[in-house]
């Protein structure tokens, strides 16, 4: 099977490997030791200093916590949405009290940093920003260096869902001043489902320190202090930690510029091929994203036909399109373990699959 989706992406085997290992316990020296490992690991990723706390859950799970330990009930917030990721970060904050501002990009587009200054000018009791990284729902790649730079202009805490760039794309969390940063393991990280890592600044913990949403399971001040002592505050996903811990060996070994420059070059040979076929690409290629391409769908054909002969003729599995864009887009996922081959298969197989359909266009466009 080529699981092409933006997650959960294909692991090494030799992670999967890693989760066969018998249990230990959570609170006992070797555990302890795989959590230092794996913090130390994951700053460099992250290009921090800060903390960084490993939940057990999912992405949206790391998303929720960022909300709920760094903001109250009441508070203005700003969310800088370009698609469906985007929203649910400010449906979540609305979910718990904050009173959000939405500001919308076109899909396919990037944020402008230029309508996060205006919304913030427009607003000064606004404390905090939602931000994605990585729109995965459109493959776009939002400047996040510019739009951080503009809410700390305004002196804004800002928060950013990176679940599907940090590994893949460059994200410098110091030295952007991104107060607090969200990722998850089934993405880029070559590792199954189960953890959100997320990092939290000085900043981040004086608005830990003030905020009032309640929260219990995904507590960082509880998540801290059990780190501090080598441990979680509750029973963690084990066999998730030894394959992050492992990939992360592998991660290192590769490099971090090797793995962006990995993730570049993919990106833009998926590109040429989807244009290539006779496609046309749904995000505008000047943000396009490293990790997932999506794909206007001609208007001939039915998006679920295409990814039904897909999966079930070639055993290919590329994503649909979510929300408004279901039918319209269909995507491909390129990121951790993927290698051009990878890709080339998939192309190979859309090329068929989409003359089987009859579209017979392709070359000629
Ligand atoms: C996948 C993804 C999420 C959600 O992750 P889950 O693990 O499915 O909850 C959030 N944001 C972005 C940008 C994602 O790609």
């Not at 760039?165 to 110091?174: K, M």
Request: with cysteine.
């Amino acid at each position: 099977m080529n699981l092409r989706i933006p997650g959960p992406t294909p692991c090494p085997p030799e992670v999967l490997q890693a989760m066969t290992k018998p249990m230990i316990n959570h609170r006992g020296p070797e555990f302890a030791q795989i959590i230092k490992r794996i913090a130390a690991r994951l700053q460099e990723f992250f290009q921090t200093k800060n903390d960084i706390l490993v939940l057990t859950t999912a992405g949206t799970g790391g998303m929720e916590s960022a909300v709920v330990n760094t903001m109250s009930p009441g508070d203005k917030v700003l969310s800088a949405s370009c698609g469906e990721f985007g929203d649910r970060f400010a449906k979540i904050a609305e979910t718990y009290g904050a009173q959000v501002t939405r500001l919308k990009a076109e899909l396919g587009k990037a944020v402008d940093p230029d309508s996060i200054r205006k919304a913030l000018s427009a607003d000064p009791s606004i404390t905090a920003v939602l931000l994605t990284h990585n729109e995965t729902s459109t493959g776009v790649t939002n400047d996040l260096k510019a739009l951080a730079a503009v809410c700390k202009e305004f002196d804004k805490l800002v928060v950013v869902d990176a679940v599907s760039s940090l590994s893949s794309i460059d994200l410098q969390t110091d030295a952007w001043k991104c107060d607090v940063v969200v990722t998850g393991s089934q993405k880029g990280w070559m590792v199954p489902p189960g953890l959100a890592m997320v990092s939290v600044s000085e900043e981040g913990w004086k608005a830990v320190a003030n905020a009032k949403m309640p929260r219990f399971y995904f507590d960082y001040q509880r998540a801290k202090s059990s780190a501090d002592r080598g441990q979680t505050p509750w029973t963690p996903a084990v066999s998730v930690y030894f394959a992050l811990d492992y990939a992360l060996d592998l991660m290192a070994k590769e490099g971090m510029q090797n793995i962006f420059a990995r993730h570049a070059r993919i990106a833009a040979h998926t590109r040429q091929r989807v244009k290539d076929l006779g496609l046309a690409l749904f995000a505008d290629e000047a943000v396009a994203s490293n990790t997932v391409t999506a794909v206007h769908v001609p208007e001939t054909l039915q998006a679920r036909e295409l990814l039904r002969i897909l999966r079930e003729d070639f055993q290919v599995v590329m994503a649909g399109g979510q929300g408004s864009l279901d039918g319209k887009i269909f995507r491909i996922g390129h990121l951790g373990y993927v290698q051009q081959e990878d890709i080339d298969k998939a192309m190979v197989a859309l090329e068929e699959a989409l003359a089987r359909l009859g579209f017979a266009q392709a070359a000629a466009v």
